[in-house]
C-alpha cells in the first residue's frame, strides 16, 4: 500500500484514486518514516506539493541510501527546472504536477515497476560472509567521557571510509550522540519496537541516521518513557543484524548496569572500560571489574581506558592500576580541545586528527579493536550466556 504524504484532505481523495485507492496516509515525513520502519516491504511513498520541498529532498536522499527499492513522487503546484534538477540529485524518481491525476497513476505505475526490478539488499558489509565486531563502552560513573569515546572511535574505526562503521547510542533516557554529531533524531531505537521478534536487514536500515559515507548511527529515543519499551533481547536482535551489515559497531551506554548493559556486554567482542584519574571513579571502575569477572566475562575481551589523563591531578598511573588491581591499557590525554569540539558538533577525530587525543584513540581503535584477534563467539559467554545455561 503506498505512502501519500499530505496535510491537506483535498488531495487525498484524487490521489488515491489515481494509485487504485491503495494508500495509507501520513501527514508528515516523519511518519511515513515510521510507517517505513514498520512496513519495511513498502516501495512508494507519493509527497504532497504542501510538503516543504527541502524535507521533501532530505527525506529522499535519506531514504535512497537506506532502502534503494523505495520510489519517491514527488507532487508539485509547478514544474520549475531548478526545482526538476535538485529532485534528481536528491533520487527522486518523478516530479508530477499536483493537479494531473492521469500523470500522477502513470508515474506512480513506472516507479513500482522499477522497484519490482530493484534488489531490496541494502548496507552490505565490506567482506562478504564474515561478521563484524561489536565494541561497547562502559563506566558506571557519568561524565568519565563515554560518549566521547565512542564517538571518536567509532571515527577513528571509520578510517575515513575505508570501514563501514554503526555508532549505537544505547543511553536509552539521557543519549547524547545526536547531538553531538549534530544529527536530528527523525528516527530512534523506539521505531524497533514494532519489529520485535522479526528484525532483520531491511528493517534495521530504515533505523539507521546517517552521518557519513559507510557510518551510521542507532539514536537513542527522544521522548521520556519510550526506553521502557524496548526490550533486552531487541538490543541483542540489532546487534546481530549490524554485525552483519557493519564492520564495526560502537556502542555507547549509560553509567549503570541494566539489563540493556548486560545484553551488550555478552554481545561485545570488546569491552572497553573507562575511568578518570579521580578516587572515586576509580573505586567504582573496581567494583565494575569485579562485577564483570563474577558474571564470567572473559577477561581478554576487556580494555581499561584512562580518560583525561592529566599530570597536574596528582594521580599516575601505577596509582590507578594499584587502585584498580589491572593494568591500564590506554590514555587519553585531557584537553580543553575536547569540550571545545562537541560544543561545536564535530568530533575532534574529524576535526583535529594530528591532536593528542585524536591519536590516542586512534591508537586504541587500531590497537585493541580493529588489531585484535579472537574468537568472537567466545565473548558471548557472559551473563546472558550464564542465565541461559543455568535456566
Ligand atoms: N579527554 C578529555 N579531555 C577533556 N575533557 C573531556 C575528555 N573526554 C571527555 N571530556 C569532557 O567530559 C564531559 C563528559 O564527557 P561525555 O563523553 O559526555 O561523558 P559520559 O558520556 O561518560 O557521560 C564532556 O564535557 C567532555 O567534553
Ligand atoms: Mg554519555
Known amino acids: ?15 488515491s484514486g489515481a494509485l487504485g485507492g491503495d494508500v495509507f496516509v501520513v501527514d508528515d515525513l516523519s511518519a511515513a518514516d515510521r ?25 529522499t536522499a535519506c531514504q535512497r541510501l537506506t532502502r534503494p527499492s523505495l520510489g519517491v513522487v514527488l507532487l508539485r503546484e509547478g514544474l520549475e527546472v531548478a526545482v526538476l534538477a535538485l529532485a534528481i540529485r536528491a533520487g527522486v524518481r518523478e516530479v508530477v504536477p499536483a493537479s494531473d491525476l492521469d500523470l500522477i497513476a502513470e508515474a506512480c505505475l513506472r516507479s513500482e515497476n522499477l522497484s519490482r526490478m530493484t534488489p531490496v539488499a541494502v548496507s552490505l558489509p565490506s567482506q562478504q560472509g564474515t561478521e563484524g565486531k561489536v565494541a561497547v563502552v562502559f563506566a558506571t560513573k557519568g561524565g568519565c567521557g563515554k560518549t566521547t569515546t565512542a564517538t571518536n572511535l567509532a571515527v577513528a574505526l571509520h578510517a575515513g571510509g575505508t570501514k563501514r562503521v ?16 549534530q544529527l536530528t533524531p527523525v528516527r530512534t531505537l523506539v521505531d524497533a519496537v514494532a519489529m520485535d521478534g522479526r528484525l532483520d536487514v531491511t528493517g534495521v536500515s530504515g533505523l539507521l541516521t546517517h552521518y557519513l559515507p559507510g557510518f551510521d548511527c542507532v539514536l537513542a529515543p527522544v521522548e521520556p518513557g519510550d526506553a521502557e519499551q524496548i526490550p533486552a533481547s531487541l538490543v541483542t536482535d540489532l546487534l546481530h543484524v549490524l554485525r552483519r551489515m557493519f564492520d564495526y559497531v560502537v556502542v555507547d551506554t549509560p553509567p549503570q548496569f541494566n539489563e540493556h548493559v548486560l545484553a551488550v556486554l555478552d554481545e561485545a567482542d570488546h569491552h ?35 580518560n583525561r589523563e592529566d599530570p597536574r591531578v596528582g594521580l599516575t598511573v601505577a596509582d590507578v592500576e594499584s587502585v584498580v588491581k589491572t593494568n591500564v591499557t590506554s590514555r587519553i590525554p585531557a584537553s580543553l580541545a575536547v569540550p571545545a569540539s562537541i560544543n561545536r558538533g564535530v568530533p575532534i577525530t574529524v576535526e ?5 587525543v585524536s591519536i590516542a584513540i586512534r591508537d586504541i581503535a587500531a590497537g ?21 545455561r543455568s535456566g
Open 272 to 306: 572497553i572500560l573507562l575511568t578518570t584519574p579521580d578516587v572515586p571513579t576509580l573505586k567504582n571502575l573496581r567494583l565494575t571489574i569485579d562485577m564483570l569477572d563474577m558474571l564470567s566475562y572473559p577477561r581478554d575481551r576487556r580494555a581499561i581506558v584512562l
Open 368 to 388: 585493541t579493536i580493529a588489531g585484535a584477534r579472537h574468537e568472537p563467539s567466545a565473548a558471548r559467554r557472559g551473563f546472558l550466556g550464564l542465565r541461559r
Open 352 to 356: 583535529s586528527p594530528d591532536h593528542p
Open 166 to 181: 554503526c555508532l549505537v547510542d544505547l543511553d536509552l533516557a539521557f543519549g547524547d550522540v545526536a547531538i553531538s554529531l
Open 35 to 59: 510507517r517505513l520502519v514498520s512496513d519495511p516491504a513498502e516501495t512508494l511513498v507519493v509527497i504532497g506539493s504542501d510538503v516543504d520541498l527541502d524535507d521533501a529532498l532530505n527525506f
Open 1 to 15: 500500500m503506498a505512502i501519500l504524504c499530505t496535510t491537506s484532505k483535498a488531495v487525498i481523495p484524487p490521489v
